[in-house]
């Protein structure tokens, strides 16, 4: 039997298979950790391999009422005054934070944040939207941490208490 090149169809086809399979990729790498039943107990349900994988994360804060952050330059303290939920879970989350400098005074002034998965190398779907209460409290509403996984919420300040302070929660699926 002779066995003959493809033909310029047989290439074409096998060309678009190719782009499909490419597009499909990105997609199933930000899933969640695993969407499939485990292949070895098909009848066994949830499993620990059902959790998101970044359970016991060192990056993760360790949650409490009031959690107090420090910002990277240790211009800003921040502090998680309310938490709507409590922890922050999957969906819309609403915040209430206070921020002062160095010296203790509140921080005035632009805020902006910034959720962001760090694994997975993308923003939130949707911008927080921030109410400056003029005393360094700040409303931080839909603060959309839309998928489980590893979140950084990055509060931003501007002038001359200029910093960044990093809140880091592990939300589960």
């Known amino acids: 039997m002779r066995h003959q090149a493809p033909t310029s169809r047989a290439r074409l086809v096998a060309v678009r298979l190719l782009c499909v399979a490419s597009l499909a990729a990105?997609?199933?790498?930000?899933?969640?950790?695993?969407?499939?039943?485990?292949?070895?107990?098909?009848?066994?349900?949830?499993?620990?391999?059902?959790?998101?994988?970044?359970?016991?994360?060192?990056?993760?804060?360790?949650?409490?009422?009031?959690?107090?952050?420090?910002?990277?330059?240790?211009?800003?303290?921040a502090t998680l005054?309310?938490?709507?939920?409590?922890?922050?879970?999957?969906?819309?989350?609403?915040?209430?934070?206070?921020?002062?400098?160095?010296?203790?005074?509140?921080?005035?002034g632009a805020l902006t944040v910034k959720p962001y998965m760090p694994d997975h190398g993308h923003p939130s779907s949707t911008q927080p939207v921030v109410t400056s209460k003029g005393d360094g409290t700040y409303d931080i509403a839909a603060i959309n941490l839309f998928m489980p996984g590893l979140w950084q919420v990055t509060l931003s300040t501007d002038g001359p208490s200029a910093d960044d302070v990093v809140y880091s929660f592990c939300i589960q699926g």
């Not at 949830?46 to 009422?65: E, F, I, L, M, Q």
């Not at 939920?85 to 005074?105: E, F, Q, S, Y």
């Open 26 to 77: 990105p997609a199933a790498a930000c899933s969640s950790s695993n969407d499939t039943p485990d292949a070895a107990a098909p009848d066994a349900g949830p499993s620990d391999a059902d959790a998101v994988g970044c359970v016991n994360d060192k990056r993760a804060d360790t949650y409490t009422a009031n959690l107090a952050k420090a910002g990277k330059a240790q211009k800003v303290n």
């Open 81 to 108: 005054t309310a938490d709507d939920p409590a922890p922050p879970a999957r969906g819309l989350n609403h915040w209430t934070v206070r921020l002062t400098d160095a010296t203790g005074a509140p921080v005035t």
